[in-house]
C-alpha cells in the first residue's frame, strides 16, 4: 500500500533530495531567504532518475520571475499550478507533470544565478507517495 510523506531539508543556494525508494512527486514547496547582496536569484527545479546521472534528467522548471535581494520569497510546484510567471502575496505557483522516480531518483532545487552561495538560505518540502 502507498504512503504519504513529506520531507524537508535546508541548504544554501541549493538542495537536493535523494530517495531510496520509488516515488511520486506530488508537491515541492520552497521558501528562498535572500541575502542583502545584490543580483536576482533564478529558483529552479530538476528532477533525475538517477541522483548522480546528468542523463536521467526527466524534468526542469524555472520560476518565471526572479527574486532580488533581502526578500523571502515561496515557490510551489505542484499539478494543476497555473501561475509560473508573477509573485502573489510572495509566492509563485509552476505546474508540475505527474512523474514517478524510481529507488536512486532525485529531487533538486537551486538558484542558478548563485548571487550569493554563503548567505542566501533555501528549504525545500516534497510531498511524496511511497510506491
Known amino acids: 500500500m502507498a504512503s504519504i510523506d513529506t520531507v524537508k531539508k535546508t541548504g ?7 530517495f531510496e525508494y520509488p516515488v511520486k512527486i506530488l508537491y515541492v514547496h520552497a521558501a528562498l531567504v535572500s541575502s542583502a547582496a545584490v543580483g536576482n536569484r533564478q529558483l529552479e527545479m530538476e528532477e533525475f532518475l538517477a541522483s548522480a546521472d546528468a542523463a536521467s534528467h526527466i524534468f526542469h522548471a524555472a520560476a518565471g520571475a526572479v527574486q532580488a535581494a533581502s526578500l523571502t520569497r515561496h515557490y510551489n510546484f505542484g499539478e494543476g499550478f497555473q501561475q ?7 509566492t509563485i505557483e509552476h505546474p508540475l507533470p505527474s ?3 524510481p529507488a536512486g531518483g532525485r529531487v533538486r532545487v537551486f538558484d542558478s544565478a548563485n548571487i550569493d ?11 511524496i507517495e511511497r510506491l
Request: glycine content about 4%; aromatic content about 8%.
Open 12 to 18: 544554501i543556494n541549493a538542495v537536493n533530495i535523494d
Open 84 to 90: 509560473p510567471t508573477v509573485f502573489v502575496s510572495g
Open 99 to 101: 512523474l514517478v522516480l
Open 117 to 127: 552561495a554563503a548567505a542566501d538560505a533555501l528549504t525545500v518540502f516534497v510531498q
